[in-house]
């Protein structure tokens, strides 16, 4: 019984290229009691690796939080599939406004203990209590009124690329420091004000909305679906978009444009431009914005000495990061001194 990836990226990458079919990128996330996290992972893993399904997906005992890039002909049988899953029956599917058929390249399901890394001890709140879920349309309606505070739940360089006008845009490396940010520089507006929050595909909302709850925050709303489907309902519905930019997306696209602006800048030479990439030195993989002219000039990397080494031999680069651990969490960077423009 097959219960790992067998191919590699590049491997599976000439596959879907050679295929030519399209795939469709989706994410869903559901909160619910798992008793056993293993065999549930172990299930998913047979029957989505049956429908050639590819993505990023972690268990826990208190639920379930997934990225994935589905075959679109294998679509109808996934959802079947879901359906037959008592507490995912019909549960919200983002799909997607940019597809990308490379998005994802490999089959991961991993056990956590929590789905969304929050820091938090849910035994001291009700996580059932939640915000108001709202629509596009009434998020705007929301978002207009002197007496709301719209604030994004999300990471400096997710909101760096795109996010609401007039949204307060925390300077943190993780969901958890953005916490005691938002409760201590609101801490006076507890009762009088209308706390909007919003996240790329609501999960962060989610948790966030029950523990403003707890810390007294008495008119809490949360952006149904987060950016993804905002995006798609505005579009549907032919509403005004008031998000401005990119949203930042944690597959290999690196984001889907919602709107033309660009409100980032290149990290190294400060022209506008708001494509992530990760520096080519395997032993860096820093996160930041560089432009076309810069990654020519740099070759991918984000300074001279991950220039120099990623011009080494193959065999050379290995040895000097043998021994060394190097992080995989390649989302939680985008700090370093060698951006020179880095905001």
Same mark, same amino acid.
């Given at each position: 019984?097959?219960?790992?990836?067998?191919?590699?990226?590049?491997?599976?990458?000439?596959?879907?290229?050679?295929?030519?079919?399209?795939?469709?990128?989706?994410?869903?996330?559901?909160?619910?009691?798992?008793?056993?996290?293993?065999?549930?992972?172990?299930? /998913?893993?047979?029957?989505?690796?049956?429908?050639?399904?590819?993505?990023?997906?972690?268990?826990?005992?208190?639920?379930?939080?997934?990225?994935?890039?589905?075959?679109?002909?294998?679509?109808?049988?996934?959802?079947?599939? /879901?359906?037959?899953?008592?507490?995912?029956?019909?549960?919200?599917?983002?799909?997607?406004?940019?597809?990308?058929?490379?998005?994802?390249?490999?089959?991961?399901?991993?056990?956590?203990?929590?789905?969304?890394?929050?820091?938090?001890?849910?035994?001291?709140?009700?996580?059932?209590?939640?915000?108001?879920?709202?629509?596009?349309?009434?998020?705007?309606?929301?978002?207009?009124?002197?007496?709301?505070?719209?604030?994004?739940?999300?990471?400096?360089?997710?909101?760096?690329?795109?996010?609401?006008?007039?949204?307060?845009?925390?300077?943190?490396?993780?969901?958890?420091?953005?916490?005691?940010?938002?409760?201590?520089?609101?801490?006076?507006?507890?009762?009088?004000?209308?706390?909007?929050?919003?996240?790329?595909?609501?999960?962060?909302?989610?948790?966030?909305?029950?523990?403003?709850?707890?810390?007294?925050?008495?008119?809490?709303?949360?952006?149904?679906?987060?950016?993804?489907?905002?995006?798609?309902?505005?579009?549907?519905?032919?509403?005004?978009?008031?998000?401005?930019?990119?949203?930042?997306?944690?597959?290999?696209?690196?984001?889907?444009?919602?709107?033309?602006?660009?409100?980032?800048?290149?990290?190294?030479?400060?022209?506008?431009?708001?494509?992530?990439?990760?520096?080519?030195?395997?032993?860096?993989? /820093?996160?930041?914005?560089?432009?076309?002219?810069?990654?020519?000039?740099?070759?991918?990397?984000?300074?001279?000495?991950?220039?120099?080494?990623?011009?080494?031999?193959?065999?050379?680069?290995?040895?000097?990061?043998?021994?060394?651990?190097?992080?995989?969490?390649?989302?939680?960077?985008?700090?370093?001194?060698?951006?020179?423009?880095?905001?």
């Amino acid at each position: 019984m097959q219960l790992y990836n067998t191919l590699s990226a590049k491997e599976r990458a000439a596959l879907i290229e050679e295929a030519g079919q399209e795939r469709l990128t989706i994410s869903f996330y559901k909160y619910a009691h798992i008793g056993n996290p293993a065999i549930f992972r172990n299930h /998913l893993f047979i029957h989505w690796n049956e429908l050639d399904v590819l993505g990023r997906i972690y268990v826990a005992h208190e639920g379930i939080n997934a990225q994935l890039s589905v075959p679109a002909e294998n679509f109808r049988q996934f959802k079947e599939f /879901l359906d037959s899953i008592t507490f995912l029956e019909n549960v919200r599917l983002n799909i997607a406004i940019e597809q990308d058929n490379m998005s994802f390249l490999k089959l991961k399901v991993k056990i956590r203990q929590k789905i969304l890394a929050d820091g938090l001890n849910d035994k001291t709140f009700d996580v059932t209590n939640k915000g108001v879920h709202v629509n596009a349309e009434k998020f705007n309606e929301l978002i207009e009124d002197p007496d709301t505070v719209l604030v994004d739940m999300r990471n400096h360089y997710e909101s760096e690329i795109g996010h609401f006008k007039n949204a307060i845009t925390p300077d943190v490396d993780t969901f958890r420091d953005s916490l005691d940010i938002i409760e201590r520089d609101l801490h006076n507006h507890k009762e009088d004000k209308k706390l909007v929050m919003y996240c790329t595909g609501g999960i962060r909302c989610e948790k966030a909305s029950a523990y403003y709850k707890h810390k007294g925050f008495k008119q809490v709303y949360q952006l149904e679906g987060g950016i993804i489907e905002y995006a798609r309902q505005v579009e549907q519905q032919k509403l005004e978009n008031k998000f401005v930019g990119k949203n930042f997306v944690f597959d290999h696209r690196r984001g889907e444009r919602i709107s033309d602006h660009i409100i980032s800048q290149c990290h190294q030479c400060g022209e506008p431009c708001d494509d992530h990439v990760n520096c080519a030195n395997e032993a860096c993989h /820093l996160l930041f914005i560089q432009c076309k002219k810069c990654a020519e000039k740099m070759n991918n990397c984000c300074s001279d000495h991950c220039m120099e080494i990623h011009a080494l031999p193959y065999e050379e680069q290995k040895a000097l990061r043998k021994g060394k651990v190097v992080s995989n969490k390649i989302f939680k960077k985008g700090r370093s001194e060698v951006l020179k423009f880095k905001r």
